[in-house]
């Protein structure tokens, strides 16, 4: 039995890298669209174009210079302080925000210590990689807790944090390991590899970046109807 070319993978890989940055567009486009009902429109719209722009400039570097690990940190910081900001807007106890400031603040030590005696701004940020998944995923998993207890109150289908924390959920727990490997993969020049690892990370975005964009068509709905139960941060 014949097995896939290897280059023809490499490149499936590359264009799924591709598709996946300008799937930032969708949630953008979804912001946009529903501006005029959108709570919270200005903070949402910056991040969300901040975020785009970045992708985009780690694309061309990677691409022209050789060289995205700026824009790639800058990406880390951003996302991580959005969705913790979002998160803390939407937890109502003070227990679940004094945990996250917590986590916040352990990620925050993790990247500078991790930035400042390690890797420098040119190397693998593994560790920074690590703590943010692990403060995203307790928070989307402190969410699921929230909204157990408030079941009752709370249409999920309608409920635009439900589907960022399961679009968070996902993400960063189906990329942490592939973050982990990539440091040691680039040590022995596996490039090829790393490529095929990075489809997974692709994938993973481009479902991401589609419950974001849902989440925010049902926040803006959550503005101008009867059904809404419960106050959204976005």
């Not at 993400?171 to 490039?191: A, H, P, W």
């Amino acid at each position: 039995m014949s097995t896939p070319d290897h280059n023809l993978l490499v490149t499936i890989a590359k264009q799924l890298n591709l598709l996946s940055v300008f799937c930032y567009l969708l949630p953008l486009a979804v912001c946009i669209w529903r501006w005029p009902v959108l709570a919270r429109r200005r903070r949402i719209g910056a991040a969300l174009v901040l975020i785009l722009v970045l992708n985009i400039w780690s694309e061309v570097g990677r691409r022209y210079w050789h060289n995205n690990i700026l824009s790639t940190y800058l990406i880390i910081w951003l996302e991580t302080l959005f969705l913790s900001y979002t998160y803390y807007q939407t937890f109502n106890t003070r227990l679940n925000r004094q945990l996250l400031v917590g986590a916040s603040m352990v990620f925050l030590a993790t990247a500078v210590s991790e930035y400042v005696f390690w890797a420098g701004l040119y190397g693998t940020k593994t560790y920074t990689r690590m703590a943010q998944s692990l403060l995203l995923i307790g928070a989307a998993l402190m969410y699921f807790e929230k909204i157990l207890r408030e079941l009752r109150n709370i249409r999920l289908e309608r409920d635009p944090m439900f589907l960022v924390s399961v679009g968070v959920t996902l993400y960063y727990s189906g990329t942490l390991m592939v973050f982990v490997l990539e440091d040691s993969m680039q040590k022995n020049y596996q490039i090829n590899q790393i490529w095929l690892m990075y489809s997974i990370q692709s994938v993973l975005l481009i479902a991401f970046n589609g419950l974001l964009a849902v989440a925010l068509y049902n926040s803006s709905k959550s503005t101008d109807s009867a059904l809404a139960t419960q106050p959204t941060p976005f």
